[in-house]
């Protein structure tokens, strides 16, 4: 059974670098042909993506966020990281990591973990 398990600090002062680590257990994320992303999601606004990263170690995201975020990963440990700097309140929401075929689109099918609450204020 695979899983993804979000795990990071709930509470980031502006300014600061938020960073995220996605734990996958039950596929690797280094043999499979997934694509292993990021999103977030705030009240009363849809799911958006962030950004991801593929079997290979690349890499791509949202243009939203070209200016502040890095995406890697940990093949020993099975993780992938997210890290996005500068942050502000705007960034407060729920992210979540998850696994999908082929890049993100609307409507893809996604195995997402349960998601970290993430808040941004002094």
């Known amino acids: 059974q695979v899983q993804l398990q979000e795990s990071g600090p709930g509470l980031v002062k502006p300014s600061q670098t938020l960073s995220l680590t996605c734990t996958v257990s039950g596929d690797s994320i280094t043999t499979s042909n997934y694509y292993w992303s990021w999103f977030r999601q705030s009240p009363g606004k849809e799911l958006e993506w962030i950004g991801a990263i593929f079997t290979t170690g690349t890499s791509t995201h949202a243009p939203s966020f070209s200016s502040r975020i890095s995406i890697s990963r940990n093949t020993i440990k099975n993780q992938f990281t997210l890290q996005l700097s500068s942050v502000t309140p705007e960034d407060t929401a729920v992210y979540y990591c998850?696994?999908?075929?082929?890049?993100?689109?609307?409507?893809?099918?996604?195995?997402r973990g349960r998601g970290t609450q993430v808040t941004v204020s002094s």
């Open positions: 998850a696994r999908h075929y082929g890049p993100y689109r609307e409507g893809t099918s996604l195995l």
